[in-house]
């Protein structure tokens, strides 16, 4: 009993130390503001305890990378991406660390409530509900990150982009523009997501060559990430264009995101936010991956 107590400090211990040094180092670098670090400590110190280190790593994977591709080339998006509010760094608020983290840290909590700590190991349908909320949690860092670096990396691309509903060229920073380089993007950044949980699952799968897992092909994740950066980056351009006001305004020469008199209607109506169309987007790619992911890992079983 005193062991399994101690056992329960270290982790809870080692998840507030984890959580605490992400965050400062998000505010530090002014990758978070304030309220953005406040709120990832939170939401990455329960990841970092119900989920275990699988469910950590990719949380830190996606934070990670997605502040490096906001700092890139940051000032040049700034020139033509006018009308954003961009903070200075690229910095993320508390709405944006909202939108992008609750269905995954929700997801961690329910698995660990029914299964306790994760093991990093895909096991398909022999264990459907386990590879179920596994595959919903990769799915939906995997749209995020593929996302976030559509957005960012799409932004330095020359040419203009085209809007997704219309296939018609509108400027930068439109909702719902899509890019050859953006898209590139989102499919790279899922790929990584699923390409980091692969590594950090490859060593319990050797140990585990015997029983339930000893037949389950681990590299499809990969293609579950990259599949899920694109739809991901797909379904939030669909919604940014429908539920997101997008129009031209000639004496600033740049994109606004709110109706006013001088404005010339793009697309889209003023019912939605960035942040808020990002979570749902993330929430569809999170429901749809965790109802076919243990029929799609079955289908690289051997």
């Not at 080339?73 to 910095?91: A, E």
Request: glycine fraction near 10%; charged fraction near 15%; include cysteine.
């Amino acid at each position: 009993m005193r062991i399994a107590e101690g056992m329960l400090l270290m982790r809870i211990l080692f998840s507030t130390l984890l959580a605490l040094g992400i965050a400062y180092y998000g505010y530090n670098s002014r990758s978070l503001t304030f309220s953005g670090a406040v709120l990832g400590f939170l939401v990455g110190g329960i990841t970092f305890f119900c989920g275990g280190s699988a469910y950590g790593i990719i949380l830190i994977a996606f934070f990670l990378s997605s502040s490096r591709i906001s700092k890139y080339k940051f000032k040049t998006k700034v020139k033509r991406l006018r009308h954003l509010p961009l903070k200075k760094g690229g910095s993320r608020d508390w709405s944006h660390v909202l939108s992008s983290s609750i269905i995954a840290c929700a997801i961690s909590v329910y698995h660990y409530v029914l299964f306790g700590v994760h093991r990093p190991l895909i096991l398909g349908s022999s264990q459907p509900l386990r590879t179920a909320l596994l595959s919903a949690y990769i799915g939906h860092y995997a749209s995020c990150t593929g996302d976030h670096w559509a957005s960012e990396i799409g932004a330095l691309e020359k040419a203009m982009p085209f809007l997704i509903t219309k296939c018609r060229r509108v400027p930068r920073g439109t909702n719902g523009a899509i890019s050859v380089t953006g898209t590139t993007a989102s499919i790279a950044g899922g790929a990584f997501i699923g390409a980091v949980y692969y590594f950090m699952s490859a060593p319990e799968q050797q140990i585990q060559n015997e029983g339930v897992g000893k037949n389950m092909m681990q590299w499809p994740v990969i293609i579950l990430g990259a599949t899920c950066g694109f739809a991901g980056s797909m379904v939030d351009s669909m919604l940014g264009s429908i539920l997101q006001y997008s129009g031209w305004s000639p004496s600033r020469q740049a994109v606004v995101q709110k109706p006013e008199a001088d404005v010339k209607h793009i697309c889209g109506v003023d019912l939605l936010s960035n942040n808020q169309v990002n979570f749902f987007a993330s929430l569809i790619i999170s429901i749809v991956t965790g109802l076919l992911g243990p029929a799609f890992f079955d289908s690289f079983k051997i």
